[in-house]
């Protein structure tokens, strides 16, 4: 018996087996779901994507049942800052798609940094988090809601340099 736990002890901290990391392990890998076998789901699904960068869900995840984990591990969500000139995720925050202190606005509210620009859709049109943002340091850019009241201060008209790139 003691022979199989020194085995054991040897293995789970041996170097030579860990091997390289994939994308999944890398960035998901410390992920807290309350059940290790979520992490390992997010890990899988992370690396199929990557795998199968284009088209749908179904034809990223292949089997039915890979489909079907990855609706079920949906009902988390993944607060994300991503470094878009080196495509890399720096700081991810799991929370349950629950409301109250797990929705997407009151952990905004938690993971505000400096030197960051911040990309927000309508439902986060608050301007006490747009101050708090840029009290931070960083800036913002929002959608704003269809019966948002704004004066237009002024207006820069777009290059034809410009409108040959869209």
């Keep these: 018996m003691s022979q199989k736990k020194r085995l054991v002890g040897r ?7 860990a091997g390289p990391k994939t994308f999944g392990e890398l960035n998901f890998g ?17 690396d199929a994507i990557m795998r199968h960068p284009g088209g749908s869900l ?3 995840m292949g089997a039915p049942a890979e489909l079907e984990a990855l609706y079920h591990l949906m009902k988390w969500s993944l607060h994300t800052h991503f470094e ?8 991810i925050k799991v929370t349950p798609t629950a409301g109250g202190e797990h929705d997407e606005r009151a ?15 309508r439902g986060y049109a608050r301007f006490d988090l747009f101050n708090r943002i840029v009290d931070a340091g ?19 008209p777009l290059t034809e340099a410009d409108l040959a790139a869209c």
């Design 138 to 156: 960083s800036s913002y850019v929002c959608r704003i809601r269809d019966n948002s009241v704004f004066t237009v201060l002024e207006e820069k």
């Design 84 to 91: 878009v000139d080196r495509f890399v995720p720096t700081k």
């Design 11 to 17: 293995h789970a901290n041996s170097s030579e087996d």
């Design 30 to 46: 410390g992920a807290r779901l309350g059940d290790a076998r979520r992490t390992k789901r997010l890990i899988r699904i992370a």
């Design 58 to 60: 179904p034809e990223k």
């Design 107 to 121: 952990v905004m509210d938690c993971m505000i940094e400096s030197n960051r620009t911040y990309a927000m859709d």
